[in-house]
């Protein structure tokens, strides 16, 4: 679904970002402005400005801005046509959608109606499973014996689901309702046989309660919203753990129990902690590490690494020491390598055999949990271990070997100075040069030689203020039989070569930090508009080659700008996606966005400048913005001087 910018802007300015920031951050009134902590990093002092004349916010602490649709996206991870959609229900507008035909239009407001009735169904059982608890000792005994507190199991809204087969006829009246079934609730059997084993008539014959005799944890989605449930057993029956089953609004592979709950403790704390159970988390949550969460008897995925990442830049996976916790470790592995970029941190947690989170901390205490997760295994050394078992590295075969198991894992790795200096720990390891490696695995990584990740040499561009004229597409050679234009060509922009990147390679947008993100929806004019348009195609299909790109821009009002850029002699999409070709122009992207960025620095300070004489935090936010340039700058010098 495309969302026009007309409306997008009519949203924005009927939208009051401070009421918007102020329901997660606590703001005073400063001046022309509101301040507070920062909600995407730990820190004392209010760093946190909300201006509600620009209906903007910004963090002069780590650098993070944008305006109330980018928040919502931003702290509650949400995809930006969900957040789109969000902030109008909060405002009571309709989004339009003008490019679906009347039936795409019934099927999704359709979808959308079922997906609410889902939740308040959900919800209204959730509420019945609580006022239960009350009056379950049972349960009541099980949650104190874990050591949960009546304060932490209303956090978590745990509840307890009754022994009978249907007591959800109780909360409600129709029984029979499909909506029960395909919320997960009640179980439609095929069998006529009744649930007591008797034959008994139809409907309640084949409709039962899923959940039954057993302690409820609600899994609750980014927003709060009631999606699915877990119940675990008071005794040893089998299944210990039961989960709600695929319906329209909760599937296992996307879903983290108690996300919704440990978002503010992940900036807190300054990583997520995963675990394999509820009660691990809720144990955890009652021990003083709230920025646990669990995936739902299922391996990690891509999905939840992906996930997590829109909340923090470090995660600790946690795993029981025996063989099927390494097994477990090594799908999250698999499952977080497309994510290891050079700002995040991904470490692995095993515990002893004998313990889970919860029973380590009571025997050893909380400090020695925490220095246990700071000693924790940083993902380069596990993936080196995995590579290296079974390889005997004293002979050939073994060192052989090891190459063969550990090129798809550093294959899998984005681009950058991690996946750069990995390759030297390999070759050493393997006993190869980096050259030679290089050549073995088909030169997918530059040379030592080579322009480094975030270079521009001057042979291949002219710099004019925002203007670039690139020699060569992607580091590569300029054509020698490219035909001579016909009249003026502009030179291309930065924003310009950014689009032709992107576009070319949309895998790229993924591994580009929030700050670059904002930078480029903000960007005025056709360029923002398709990035932002982009950003959300991304969230909703994922990555896709420009073919299929092409068809979603018809229509659109920037579809000239992006079918310009991509049809000129040096654009269209990138051959192989692995190979030198992809290389280089990932290379080429960072150096567009530095300079970027640094121009968009530049803008700040001007305006910190222009603030001083009424802004008493002005001269501050210049000094930072000084120091971050000057980085900048060092490294974008250093990285021409190398080219």
Known sequence: MTIPASFIQELIARADVVEIVGRYVQLKKAGANFMGLCPFHGEKSPSFSVSPTKQFYHCF????????????????????????????????????????????????????????????????????????????????????????????????????????????ASVFPNYDDPLLAESGLVIVSEDTQGVNGAQASEGEARRYDRFRDRVMFPIRNVKGECIGFGGRVLGDEKPKYLNSPETPVFSKGRELYGLYEARAAFRERGFALVTEGYMDVVALAQLGFPNAVATLGT????????????????????????????????????????????????????????????????????????????????????????????????????????????????????????????????AGMVQMGVEALNELWGS????????????????????????????????????QSRPPSRGRVLPLTRP???????????????????????????????????????????????????AALREGLREQPFDGLATRLMTAPDGGPIGDPEGDQAADAARELRSVLDFMLDDRLKAQQSEAIAAVGTDPQALERYKALESRRLTLRARLKSNTDTA
């Open 61 to 168: 602490g780590c650098g993070v801005h944008g305006n109330a649709i980018g928040f919502l996206m931003e702290h509650a991870g949400m995809g930006f046509v969900e957040a789109v959609h969000d902030l109008a229900g909060q405002y009571g507008l309709q989004v339009p959608e003008d490019d679906a035909s009347p039936e795409e239009r019934a099927r999704a407001a359709g979808q959308r109606q079922k997906q609410a009735t889902l939740f308040d169904v959900l919800e209204k059982a959730g509420e019945a499973y609580r006022k239960h608890l009350r009056n379950a000792p049972g349960a009541i005994d099980y949650l104190k014996r874990r050591g949960v507190s009546g304060e932490v199991a209303k956090q978590f809204g745990i509840g307890y689901a009754p022994a009978g087969w249907r007591a959800l």
């Open 299 to 426: 391996a990690c995925t891509p999905e939840h690494v992906q996930k997590l990442f829109r909340f923090t830049e470090s995660v600790v996976f946690s795993f029981d020491g025996d063989a099927a916790g390494r097994r477990a470790a090594r799908k999250a592995l698999d499952a977080a390598l497309p994510y290891a970029n050079d700002v995040r941190s991904m470490k692995f947690l095993f515990l002893p055999t004998e313990h889970d989170p919860d029973s380590f901390i009571r025997e050893f205490g909380a400090d020695a949990f925490a220095r246990f997760i700071d000693d924790a295994t940083p993902l380069s050394r596990f993936m080196l271990e995995a590579a290296r078992e079974g390889c005997d590295l004293a002979t050939a075969e073994g060192r052989a070997h090891m190459t063969s198991n550990v090129r798809p894992l550093w294959g899998a790795l984005p681009d950058g100075a991690f996946k750069r200096q990995l390759l030297g720990d390999i």
């Open 496 to 546: 310009d070569l950014a689009v032709r990147l992107l576009l070319s390679n949309m895998t790229e947008w993924e591994g580009l930090s929030h700050e670059q993100h904002a930078m480029l929806c903000d960007l005025p004019g056709e360029h923002g508009r398709l990035f932002a348009w982009l950003d959300s195609q991304l969230h909703e299909h994922g990555a896709q080659p420009w």
């Open 444 to 479: 997918t990584a530059a040379p030592r030689n080579a322009p480094s990740s975030a270079s521009v040499p001057t042979s291949r561009y002219r710099n004019d203020g925002d203007r670039t004229v690139s020699d060569g597409r992607y580091g590569g050679k300029p054509s």
